[in-house]
């Protein structure tokens, strides 16, 4: 076996979700199985270009679930040709997914805070929960400019409405925009909003983490206000 052997299995496309027009799922089945820990992210490959993408299934899925974003060429390199490939489709996953973005289970408190895409990891910590067997309080925090790119919206708010202690926010910045006008949920910007709706104020700061996922401006802006008062964890998706 050659060193690249060892380090890549293949993955194929085995079903796909198109949200809108730059925002889609996948589920790709790994030829070996991957182990990891919710929160962390995997290493798609595909023409040798690799990207690194939040994992949004939950450990004992067969199918690796990610949510992705295009950024168009000519800035995009890998997503462009994401963006193309179809249920069938050969990519390379690195064997090992990695990252210390992992669900932080000496907390009583844990505070979710993401913008589109972001919500990924939060999404594979909470389906890998047993809400029943602990005492966790869970928000989950979503911003996006357009209601259609909250990904998770039914299964998020469902999972909110049956377990008491997890509360799912999400959160529109364009509510004046006309794809929004029928929007009823929060507005603003999710990093300028959150902290009033979970009275951070009076949070137990010993007990409480925060996570802050997605966007880097609002990954900084979570970090320099919350980051010396709070625990607190963050994951940029990219350099500004
Ligand atoms: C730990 C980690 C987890 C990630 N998880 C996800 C995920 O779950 N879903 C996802 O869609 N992406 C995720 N990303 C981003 C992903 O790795 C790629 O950077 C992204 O998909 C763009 O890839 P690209 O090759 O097309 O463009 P790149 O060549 O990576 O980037 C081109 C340029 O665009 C900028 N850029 C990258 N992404 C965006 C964006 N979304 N909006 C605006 N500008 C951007 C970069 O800074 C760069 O200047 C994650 C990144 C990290 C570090």
Redesign the pocket.
């Known amino acids: 076996m050659t060193e690249e052997n060892k380090r890549f299995t293949k993955g194929i496309i085995k079903k796909r979700e198109d949200l809108t027009n730059d925002l889609w799922k996948i589920w790709i089945e790994p030829e070996e199985k991957l182990n990891f820990v919710p929160g962390q ?1 995997c290493t798609v490959g595909y023409n040798d ?1 690799e ?4 994992i949004v299934s939950s450990p004992n899925e067969d199918l690796i679930e ?4 295009l ?1 168009p060429k000519p ?6 040709l994401l963006y193309e490939l179809n249920i069938g489709s050969e990519i390379t996953l690195r064997k090992k997914p990695k ?1 210390i973005f992992k669900f932080q289970s000496q907390f009583k408190n844990h505070i979710m805070v993401s913008t589109v ?1 972001g919500v ?1 990891p939060f999404v594979s910590m909470i389906r890998s929960l047993d809400f029943n067997q602990t005492d966790y309080n869970i928000w989950v925090f979503e911003g996006a400019s357009y209601v259609d790119e909250f990904g998770y919206l039914n299964e998020l708010t469902s999972i909110s409405q049956k377990n008491k202690k997890v509360y799912f926010i999400p959160t529109c910045s364009r509510p004046n925009d006309p794809k929004n006008t029928k929007w009823k949920g929060k507005i603003g910007r999710v990093n300028e909003i959150f902290n009033s709706i979970c009275n951070l104020e009076k949070a137990d700061k010993e007990n409480t983490i925060i996570y802050a996922c997605g966007h880097p401006d609002m990954v900084s802006d979570v970090s320099e206000k919350y980051s010396n008062k709070f625990n607190f964890i963050e ?5 500004p």
């Open positions: 992210y270009i990207r690194p993408y939040s990610l949510f992705v974003e950024v800035l995009g390199n890998l997503t462009p990252g895409t990924a994951e940029k998706f990219w350099k």
